[in-house]
């Protein structure tokens, strides 16, 4: 799930310096454009989280942004400001208490959010200023040196709060009633004219004109720590150990067998070689280029007696070899020392077998290379590690349980709704029980994991909804009183919180033929999208069978069933229809049955066949009568109990005044008269007005829009069914626009595009294919060109094109091309030029040559 680009109004990733004509620049990469100009010498350096970030050096270093409306808050307006940094131990500047990290600030008026560093307690603070009032929140973890947080200032209604990491760490009062708005740039590492300058490194400075919440929050820091490009600037050796074509890192526990083959690829991830050491002889724990190891008792005692490298050209592999800490290791050496851009080395490993020992777990196993070069630097010690799952493949594949839900499988995704689902689990052997490792044998005992996707769209919830899930279970056998022997822990360790659950019953440990689990799962309450979202049932360790998942579907929906009922806004619906869940009368009731104050469809007339106010009156909806006060009217329309003839008649028969507004007598299926001009719809505010026309003569359609400030504009759907734009064009005067800067690299944005030709799919038998772009295509380059179309019936979205736009672009395209062949030119020119004179200079030189060599002969004859 990612954060709305619409809402991010500056984005300095700060991995990168730009050089723009002898400036020096970072740039911004939301749709605004806010670059960055860098002063001193912030210097871009290498880092293990980020690949590479800025480093101000607390003297005469920082960055300027010049003001603008888009990071410029006022008093009522919400926001998030929200980066990476790492804080120096010393800071060189001392004049003040403070290093200024982020300021929008040079120490004049109010200011909208700056974010400080107390260098004495070691505190964050952010705070505002209105000129007067200066509300601000302090952290109260102790900030460590040399070690980078994730800081968050959210402004979000009349409070302020602090995030670190994203965690809420503090949160205050915004006080503020006066102007917080300025006219100062925006600075990093320092505060405008007065100094604080901060030393330490920056990384990924985000605003948002919105307040996120702590989910949206920790989507960014989630983000930034999975950028793979930057990671591999600084780690390009990497590698990957799997088993079988889907590539799952997994080694399986198996009975009387040799084991299974494991692919060990060592991979290059960057665009540059990488040169290993040039070795030679036997490959040993003191020779090799590479080491691969396991953690203690993860590979079985056979695996370590017969696991061999598959012959592979220039590469051997020692036996296994075990430290004194258990931990198992293979070395590697090779006679081929470069490892290309982006290549691979695949090895293969025979005779892998897991250890029993520890039944079906996660492990970890370590790359590790003793030296190689890339880029021209050498790298020592360089180390990688990877997650590997041990799964037993000891007995049957295929467990007879039965897994899903009691009842229905739907919730509610409004937000609110705490739903309740039932799961259940059953042995469907009718002779046989399926055995059970007990608790008390610790992690080989049998286990049930329960998780959720989370955060995605198709996902359960969001990570903290999740969280609050709850789940209780009891089991019964056939015939026999409910037990609670079932031991429940959630973790939140991982990614997404689990629910392991393991069995208690030391004397009857197993499932007995049909005996069922049920495990009642509460506190759902969902945000996310409708449509479906997955739980999973994993388990592990069950003697005589495979570790293995169940999958079973939860449906999101704004409308539940349950019973034979059916209820919108309600987890509890009681009638054939409720909706919302409140407590008032008749709202919407269908049992049925036809009763009085119910809703009844037959064409007939009776008895409150809808019923608004709950009280007992005849004909509050009947056939062509709409009676809105209840009283009893004769009127098509009557609003407010008087008597109006025929001001509403909808019925689909040919009479007068199917619908009249002004109430006069018309022949018109549709009249609305604002004016007394003829065929026209007006609609009139205070200072602006819109009115449509047909031109019965020229069969013109006119839609012309009046306002008192800007004058008028019109178009026209002319007779031959196209626009013309002769009877009025697009407002575009200098007086109403703000903020012009000139479009620039139009012309090699515009060569990235492709012309496509296409059939819509509602249509792909069409002849005649299209001619356009496409959307998605266009947006990385020109964002602005790009809308959102929102079908709120289907629930879902589609881009959009300004078509027209790209005639404008067209112009600024030209106008690059023109330059630049115009400087192509000049320089051809002036490239003639030197060699003219060039030519000149050596055939002057020549005809001296040969005049001096005539006078030579010339005299010789004499």
């Not at 049998?446 to 969280?467: C, H, M, P, R, Y």
């Not at 007939?604 to 608004?612: A, G, P």
Request: glycine letters at 8%.
């Amino acid at each position: 799930m990612s954060n709305s680009q619409a809402n991010l109004v500056l984005y300095l990733k700060l991995d990168e310096i730009v050089e723009d004509g002898g400036t020096k620049k970072v740039i911004d990469v939301s749709s605004q454009t806010n670059n960055g100009t860098i002063q001193g010498e912030p210097q871009l350096v290498t880092d293990e989280t980020f690949g590479s970030c800025l480093s101000f050096d607390g003297i005469n270093d920082y960055i300027e942004i010049s003001d603008a409306d888009e990071i410029d808050f006022g008093t009522n307006q919400d926001f998030t400001v929200e980066s990476w940094v790492k804080i120096a131990a010393s800071q060189p500047d001392i004049q003040n208490g403070d290093n200024d990290i982020i300021e929008k600030w040079d120490d004049n008026g109010g200011y909208p959010y700056v974010i400080r560093y107390l260098r004495n307690a070691q505190q964050i603070v952010v705070a505002r200023y209105d000129g007067s009032k200066n509300p601000g929140v302090k952290s109260q973890t102790q900030i460590k040196h040399d070690q980078f947080y994730h800081i968050a200032f959210v402004k979000q209604g009349s409070t302020l709060l602090l995030y670190l990491d994203g965690k809420k760490e503090n949160s205050s009062e915004d006080t503020t009633t006066s102007e917080t708005k300025n006219s100062s740039s925006l600075y990093l590492g320092k505060r405008g004219n007065v100094g604080n300058f901060f030393k330490g490194n920056i990384a990924h400075l985000r605003i948002y004109n919105k307040a996120l919440s702590p989910e949206e929050i920790q989507q960014d820091i989630n983000d930034d720590l999975s950028a793979i490009a930057s990671f591999n600037k600084t780690h390009p050796l990497d590698f990957n150990l799997y088993d079988g074509e889907d590539k799952e890192p997994v080694i399986f526990i198996e009975n009387d067998t040799q084991g299974e083959e494991l692919i060990l690829e060592i991979v290059n991830d960057s665009d540059q070689a990488i040169t290993l050491p040039t070795k030679s002889g036997s490959v040993s724990a003191t020779n090799h280029h590479f080491e691969l190891r396991f953690r203690p008792d993860t590979l079985s005692p056979n695996s370590l007696k017969q696991l061999v490298l598959a012959i592979k050209q220039g590469w051997s592999m020692s036996s296994p070899v075990t430290q004194d800490d258990g931990k198992v290791s293979l070395y590697f050496l090779t006679n081929n020392p470069t490892l290309g851009a982006r290549g691979t080395i695949p090895l293969t490993l025979q005779n892998i077998n897991g250890a029993a020992a520890g039944g079906a777990r996660t492990s970890r196993v370590e790359l590790k290379c003793p030296q190689f070069t890339h880029e021209g630097e050498t790298v020592s010690n360089y180390y990688r590690e990877k997650r590997l799952s041990i799964v037993s493949h000891r007995g049957k594949k295929n467990i007879p349980l039965h897994v899903g839900f009691v009842g229905s499988n739907r919730i509610l995704n409004d937000r609110s709704s705490a739903n309740e689902l039932i799961l259940r689990i059953t042995n469907v052997l009718k002779d046989k029980s399926i055995p059970l490792n007990p608790a008390s044998q610790g992690d080989e005992a049998s286990k049930l994991i329960i998780s959720f996707d989370i955060d995605s769209d198709w996902a359960l919830g969001t990570k903290s909804q999740v969280e609050n899930i709850t789940i209780e279970g009891k089991d019964w056998r056939p015939n026999e009183q409910p037990e609670d022997d079932w031991n429940i822990v959630k973790g939140n360790e991982g990614e997404t919180p689990t629910w392991t659950i393991t069995h208690q019953n030391e004397a009857e440990s197993g499932l007995a033929p049909g005996q069922v689990v049920q495990l009642t799962i509460s506190n759902i309450v969902s945000s996310l999208p409708s449509g479906q979202a997955n739980l999973y049932l994993r388990y592990e360790n069950i003697p005589g069978y495979w570790d293995g998942t169940f999958v079973c579907t939860i449906e999101k929906s704004p409308i539940l069933y349950k019973g034979k009922n059916v209820g919108i806004g309600t987890i509890n619906p009681q009638t054939k229809l409720s909706v919302n869940g409140t407590t008032t009368t008749n709202q919407l009731s269908v049992n049925g049955t036809t009763t009085t104050n119910q809703l009844s469809v037959n064409g007939t007339t009776t008895t409150n066949q809808l019923s608004v106010n709950g009280t007992t009156t005849t004909n509050q909806l009947s056939t062509n009568q709409l009676s809105v006060d209840g009283t009893t009217t004769t009127n098509q329309l009557s609003v407010d109990g008087t008597t109006t003839t025929n001001q509403l008649s909808v019925d689909g028969t040919t009479t007068t005044n199917q619908l009249s507004v002004d109430g006069t007598t018309t022949t018109a299926q549709l009249s609305v008269k604002g004016t007394t001009t003829t065929n026209a719809l007006k609609l009139d505010g205070h200072n602006h007005q819109f009115r449509m026309s047909l031109d019965e003569k020229n069969r013109n359609l006119r839609f012309e829009v009046f306002y008192n400030k800007f004058g008028s504009f019109t178009r026209v759907w002319n007779k031959n069914w196209h626009w013309d734009d002769s009877a009025g064009g697009v407002i575009s005067d200098l007086s109403l626009k703000t903020d012009i800067k000139n479009e620039g690299n139009i012309l090699s944005r515009l060569m990235q595009l492709d012309v496509k030709n296409y059939r819509w799919k509602d249509n792909p038998e069409d002849k005649i294919k299209e001619i356009g772009f496409v959307a998605q295509d266009v947006q990385p380059l020109f964002p602005a060109l790009v809308g959102e179309f929102k079908d709120q019936d289907a629930d879902e979205s589609k881009l959009t094109l300004k078509y027209a736009q790209f005639g404008v672009l067209a112009v600024g395209g030209l106008k690059e091309l023109k330059h630049e062949k115009d400087a192509e030119i000049a320089q051809l020119k002036t490239e003639m030029k030197t060699q003219i004179a060039e030519l000149k200079t050596e055939m002057e030189a020549e005809i001296k040559a040969l005049k001096d060599q005539i006078q030579q002969l010339l005299r010789g004859k004499e």
